[in-house]
């Protein structure tokens, strides 16, 4: 049912197995999908609302501090047992340096935000083609580390019993964490696991080191996750093992994009209804001799 004919050379018909339709419907599927030009509106909408829901969603998480604060005990002994709990040393070294630590503290408050949101605008005006694939990864990322949250509650090293943390922002008086000082009221306090500002900056630093033509800017895209590692293990605001999870769910994040677009973000080509280009123009045959 289905078949098709075709008539052969010598003027006979054979049975073709297969409808057209049924061949190009399995075509489709295979198919990766196509780029489309991201509309400046729609983006905007789209992540002021994400953002609020993200912020919402984490917020609305319970805190569960006797859970937070078992797990965030369970995550330091690991770290012992791997001899590799070097958070509180780091942390009161740069706590010493006045000048150092209240710079971290502006540094863990602001470019979280302001670098994702620069890197989203220069991908949307500089590489149209890649933003949605790319932007799917940030939020696909996000959406894991929300789940992360609810899942496994987990207190930061500022806030562990029995320990010799130092919250750099309340001693320092500085507005660096929204979890500190004044503002430890607006946000959940035990939402340290995943760090979204590793999962945020290593987005960020790839998608800079994938893209960017100036040379300079693809070494701050590398700089730029590694310096966030020291800041928020400085700050006392995270484990090294949430930098981990962080980069985990970035990796669902990439193989989620690879799955839906067939190939990976930073080589998608431009999307439809961009600038054509030229058509051929006729090939000149060979003068004859």
Same mark, same amino acid.
């Given at each position: 049912?289905?078949?098709?004919?075709?008539?052969?050379? $010598?003027?006979?018909? $054979?049975?073709?197995?297969?409808?057209?339709? =049924?061949? &190009?419907?399995?075509?489709?599927?295979?198919?990766?999908?196509?780029?489309?030009?991201?509309?400046?509106?729609? $983006? *905007?909408?789209?992540? =002021?609302?994400?953002?609020?829901?993200?912020?919402?969603?984490?917020?609305?998480?319970?805190?569960?501090?006797?859970?937070?604060?078992?797990?965030?005990?369970?995550?330091?002994?690991?770290?012992?047992? !791997?001899?590799?709990?070097?958070?509180?040393?780091?942390? #009161?070294?740069?706590?010493?340096? @006045?000048? +150092?630590?209240?710079?971290?503290?502006?540094?863990?408050?602001? !470019?979280?935000?302001?670098? @994702?949101?620069?890197?989203?605008?220069? !991908?949307?005006?500089? #590489?149209?083609?890649?933003?949605?694939?790319?932007?799917?990864?940030?939020? &696909?990322?996000?959406?894991?580390?929300?789940?992360?949250?609810?899942?496994?509650?987990?207190?930061?090293?500022?806030?562990?019993?029995?320990?010799?943390?130092?919250?750099?922002?309340?001693? #320092?008086? &500085?507005?660096?964490?929204?979890?500190?000082?004044?503002?430890?009221?607006?946000?959940?306090?035990?939402?340290?696991?995943?760090?979204? #500002?590793?999962? /945020?900056?290593?987005?960020?630093?790839? &998608?800079?080191?994938?893209?960017?033509?100036?040379? /300079?800017?693809?070494?701050?895209?590398?700089?730029?996750?590694?310096?966030? !590692?020291?800041? *928020?293990?400085?700050?006392?605001?995270?484990?090294?093992?949430?930098?981990?999870?962080?980069? +985990?769910?970035?990796?669902?994040?990439?193989?989620?994009?690879?799955?839906?677009?067939?190939?990976?973000?930073?080589?998608?080509?431009?999307?439809?209804?961009?600038?054509?280009?030229? $058509?051929?123009?006729?090939?000149?045959?060979?003068?004859?001799?």
């Amino acid at each position: 049912m289905g078949d098709t004919t075709v008539t052969t050379l $010598e003027g006979r018909e $054979e049975a073709v197995p297969h409808s057209v339709a =049924a061949e &190009t419907g399995r075509t489709y599927l295979r198919r990766p999908r196509v780029p489309r030009r991201p509309r400046l509106w729609f $983006e *905007i909408l789209l992540i =002021a609302v994400s953002y609020w829901t993200y912020s919402l969603v984490r917020n609305a998480v319970p805190e569960q501090r006797a859970e937070a604060l078992r797990n965030a005990d369970a995550i330091w002994r690991l770290e012992q047992q !791997l001899g590799l709990a070097f958070e509180e040393s780091v942390n #009161h070294a740069v706590n010493a340096v @006045t000048w +150092l630590v209240v710079g971290m503290n502006y540094y863990y408050a602001t !470019l979280h935000f302001a670098v @994702t949101l620069g890197v989203l605008v220069w !991908l949307y005006r500089s #590489h149209p083609g890649r933003y949605a694939a790319t932007r799917l990864v940030l939020f &696909t990322t996000t959406g894991i580390a929300l789940l992360g949250y609810y899942l496994y509650p987990l207190a930061p090293p500022r806030l562990m019993n029995g320990q010799d943390f130092v919250d750099t922002v309340l001693v #320092h008086q &500085t507005w660096g964490s929204m979890a500190s000082g004044d503002l430890k009221n607006m946000s959940n306090q035990y939402a340290a696991m995943p760090s979204m #500002h590793i999962g /945020w900056s290593v987005w960020c630093g790839l &998608t800079l080191f994938a893209l960017a033509s100036v040379p /300079w800017v693809r070494v701050l895209g590398l700089l730029y996750p590694a310096g966030t !590692l020291v800041v *928020i293990v400085a700050t006392a605001n995270h484990f090294w093992l949430d930098a981990v999870g962080g980069v +985990l769910c970035l990796a669902v994040g990439y193989g989620i994009a690879l799955v839906w677009y067939g190939r990976q973000p930073y080589a998608l080509p431009r999307p439809a209804g961009g600038r054509k280009q030229p $058509e051929p123009g006729p090939v000149p045959l060979p003068k004859q001799g």
